[in-house]
């Protein structure tokens, strides 16, 4: 017959290891999922998935927002994010959504 004490004391075991596991990954993530995180041209290309030289060219270009300081570059996640969502293109079903609501107002 088992004890039942070894049984449960087995379990609580378990559940530690689980939660002291948990305990060291969390931090990871956090940073991950900050939007404030500054990046720096190789974290940026990662992000956008571009090569490094791509990227140069961006901000050479004018068109990636960057942020420099003693000849280097820095990135705002959100930023980022703005600069991925401004190339986004409409569907079919919002083009003809605005091509209504664009004659409804010219009528009036």
């Known amino acids: 017959m088992v ?3 070894e049984a449960i004391d087995a379990r609580l075991s378990n559940i530690e290891s689980l939660l002291l596991d948990l305990k ?3 931090p990871k993530t956090e940073k991950q999922n900050d939007p404030d995180e500054l990046l720096t041209v190789q974290g940026a290309a990662e992000f956008l998935s571009l090569s490094v030289p791509t990227v140069y060219g961006l901000i050479s270009k004018g068109e990636l927002p960057v942020m420099k300081r003693s000849k280097r ?4 996640k959100q930023d980022l994010l703005a600069y991925l969502k401004q190339g986004r293109k409409k569907t079919i079903r ?7 609501d664009y004659l409804i107002q010219k009528r009036k």
């Not at 570059?73 to 705002?76: A, D, E, N, R, T």
Request: aromatic share 18%.
């Open 3 to 5: 004890n039942p004490f």
């Open 24 to 26: 060291h990954s969390a």
């Open 73 to 76: 570059c820095y990135f705002s």
């Open 94 to 100: 919002e083009t003809e959504q605005a091509a209504d």
